[in-house]
């Protein structure tokens, strides 16, 4: 999808400027086509990413009603993030190369039909293939939001639309154990798929009728090598880190399967980096690396990092701390959780405002703090903390979390010239989901290893203690930020 629209970004290089186009600069207020287009891209995103999390509470009961053991149920989560991981990365290629029509047709449609293949699958193999299909509509989904939000929002106004985003990429995954748990207390796991399979309908159709393409698709090479690298590259880290608890054989650490996935990924990462930088010359890359060096990009990038394997690992450590130590069934679990997933939803346009007024700096560095100050009570759990306590930190967790992302979204993007858009989208979703794996992977392992030895809740307390150490990375970030300027046509780049 190409970003060549009156609003912001003619006159890229290689580009001819549309001919309406008297102005260079945003105008300060979004059409109404603009508001429907960036909703329904946001109501799809919400759906696609909600789905994410929503397996995670049901595994218990997949178990016994699919007779598979626990390492083979986990697949149905590995298998989502390790496709995501895969596609991820070609999502700048494919925004630059379809319409914006085209893609979110493809997003959503492979979305709603895994949907349904799930709600009807027989058995373990189709309900895992089920699952893949529609990871790989999720992948594109935020991609395609991000880069259409700097293409049609005025540069002013996109932090209070980015605080809207995340709704979408922070409160879904915190509201999928909630929404789970209370769909598993009254109905099958089926109906899991079947609640959510006529809102992602809803949105496919809406999308239809009334998304409109807002640029050229342009002629670009695909570099199949690059695509290939992908696999073992994302694939193998995430592997590799979910690997290392060494849940087979009974191992108490990282075994030959781990190691060797986690080598294996390390090296494919680097040819992959290597071969972007020589593709970059012929202007042809799979995923354009010169982002990072925008400064505040890098900066971002990394914040949003430490941030989601706080997120992810919030999200998978405190439902087997309420179920496996304080016994809390899954409905009840859910709704410990739902306060600081509200929270999250409702403060993340007002600090979106916010944003645009005062910058990032307050925002993250308070964010950050309050990121570590809760992971670290968290590290301090036992089998009698009280409930309203538990209630209580995850919603200070969460506004942490909120006061984090929208500021490291447009402070990271901002600076970036169009023809960079989908692939700085691209990076970070990328770096944002493998994150999020290797957090919650690194995390369950190490509650898994001293659980083994030491009892759940001193495996529960070393896993948040982990996290809180991980999490102190974000305050260094959080002090870095500075506002950016966007970069328009007839503008350098704001480092």
């Not at 007779?67 to 630059?96: C, E, H, K, R, Y």
């Not at 942490?400 to 600076?415: D, I, Q, V």
Request: aromatic residues 8%.
């Amino acid at each position: 999808m190409s970003t060549e629209v009156s609003s912001n970004a003619a006159g890229q290089p290689g580009q001819s400027a549309p001919p309406a186009a008297p102005k260079h600069t945003a105008p300060e207020k979004m059409s109404r086509e603009s508001v429907t287009i960036i909703a329904t891209l946001l109501v799809a995103t919400f759906v696609v990413i909600l789905n994410e999390t929503i397996m995670n509470v049901a595994l218990q009961r997949l178990m016994v009603d699919l007779n598979v053991d626990a390492p083979t149920v986990q697949w149905l989560s590995t298998g989502f993030m390790l496709t995501m991981a895969v596609v991820i990365p070609t999502t700048g290629f494919i925004l630059q190369s379809l319409s914006t029509r085209a893609v979110f047709m493809l997003a959503m449609g492979l979305f709603a039909g895994g949907t349904a293949l799930a709600a009807l699958a027989p058995g373990f193999e189709i309900l895992l293939l089920a699952r893949v299909v529609q990871a790989g509509g999720t992948a594109i989904m935020l991609p395609l939001l991000m880069t259409t939000i700097l293409t049609l929002v005025p540069l002013a106004k996109r932090g209070a639309v980015m605080g809207n985003v995340s709704i979408a990429i922070s409160v879904a995954p915190a509201m999928g154990p909630t929404v789970s748990g209370l769909i598993l207390e009254h109905f099958t796991w089926r109906f899991i798929f079947v609640f959510v399979l006529p809102v992602a309908l809803a949105a496919l159709a809406i999308g239809a009728k009334y998304l409109t393409n807002i640029g050229k698709a342009e002629k670009t090479k695909l570099d199949f090598f690059s695509v290939l690298l992908t696999v073992p590259a994302f694939g193998g880290l995430v592997y590799g880190l979910s690997q290392i608890g060494g849940g087979h054989g009974g191992q108490a650490g990282p075994g030959t399967v781990a190691i060797g996935a986690l080598v294996i990924g390390v090296a494919s990462l680097t040819a992959f980096v290597l071969r972007q930088v020589r593709l970059q010359k012929a202007e042809a890359p799979l995923l354009d690396l010169r982002a990072f060096k925008f400064r505040m990009f890098t900066v971002s990038v990394l914040l949003m990092v430490v941030a989601m394997m706080a997120l992810f690992g919030g999200v998978i450590l405190l439902p087997l701390y309420l179920q496996e130590i304080r016994g809390l069934g899954s409905l009840e679990t859910g709704l410990v959780l739902l306060p600081g997933g509200l929270a999250m939803g409702l403060l993340g346009p007002v600090i979106g405002r916010l944003f645009d007024r005062i910058g990032p700096l307050p925002l993250t560095v308070t964010g950050s703090v309050l990121l570590v100050l809760s992971l670290w009570q968290f590290s301090m759990l036992d089998a009698g903390t009280a409930v309203w306590w538990i209630v209580t930190l995850h919603v200070g967790l969460s506004f942490g979390l909120a006061l984090l992302f929208t500021p490291a979204f447009t402070t990271g993007l901002n600076p970036l010239p169009p023809h960079l858009y989908s692939h700085g989208s691209a990076i970070m979703s990328t770096t944002q989901q493998v994150a999020g794996a290797a957090g919650t992977a690194l995390l369950v392992s190490i509650f898994a290893v001293v659980s083994a030895t030491s009892g759940l809740v001193a495996g529960m307390s070393t896993a948040f203690l982990t996290a809180t150490f991980v999490a102190l990375a974000a305050v260094v970030l959080s002090a870095m930020m500075r506002k950016t300027e966007g970069t328009g046509p007839g503008h350098g780049p704001a480092h």
